[in-house]
Each structure stands twice: as C-alpha cells, then as structure tokens.
Nanobody, 121 residues
C-alpha cells in the first residue's frame, strides 16, 4: 500500500522560508514522477512543481517561479519543496502527489495528507 507522509508545514512571516518533505513508501519511489500542489480556501488545487523519475524538472507555476524549488532523494524515497521569499498569498494547504508512472502526465495516483502553510504579513 502506497503512503505519502508529509512534514514541514507551519506558520512563517512574509519573506521567510519553509521546506516541505514528502516521504513515500509502498513501491519503488525512483520509478515514479512526483509533484507538489496547493489549495487555498475557495480556490482550485494548483500545480506548483514536478520532477520526473529521472530527475527532470517541469516548469514551475508562474506564482512560485524563482522562489520554490522541488527536489527528490531516491535513496530516502523523499521529495522536497523548498519555499523561499514566502508571501501571504502562498497561504494554502500543500499536497505532494505521486504519478502513475515515471513522467509528469497529470495522472496522479496517490496524494499526501496535506500540510498547512500560513504566511503572515
């Protein structure tokens, strides 16, 4: 059974940084593409960043480009989202996701439990 367990959310002031982690188990992590999404209250879930099984990075969402960085550590079966220069509009629940296969097709098979990130001004 695949599980994605997230950690690292919290409360931060504008301009600060946070790193989200998503530890996967249940199948061979290195065979699957991983992504990060977020959902703010009253808004649709938004794709932020993705990384293929072979460590290819997809274009970031314009809203986070230059501030957020996705990375993966296959030895630790973990994907990360480093978030810098945080803004109040980054406040949302953040989700990691695992694709059906090694590339980023938007075919999400599994979701993490979500991590609240709150950025104060």
């Amino acid at each position: 059974q695949v599980q994605l367990v997230q950690s690292g959310g919290g409360l931060v002031q504008a301009g600060g940084s946070l790193r989200l982690s998503c530890a996967a188990s249940g199948r061979t992590f290195s065979s699957y593409a991983m992504s990060w999404f977020r959902q703010a209250p009253g808004k649709e879930r938004e794709f932020l960043a993705g990384v293929t099984a072979r460590n290819g990075i997809a274009p970031y969402a314009d809203s986070v480009k230059g501030r957020f960085t996705i990375s993966r550590d296959n030895d630790k079966s973990t994907v990360y989202l480093q978030m810098n220069s945080l803004k109040p509009e980054d406040t949302a629940v953040y989700y990691c996701a695992q694709e059906h296969g090694p590339v980023l097709l938007g075919e999400i098979e599994y979701w993490g439990q979500g991590s609240q990130v709150t950025v104060t001004s």
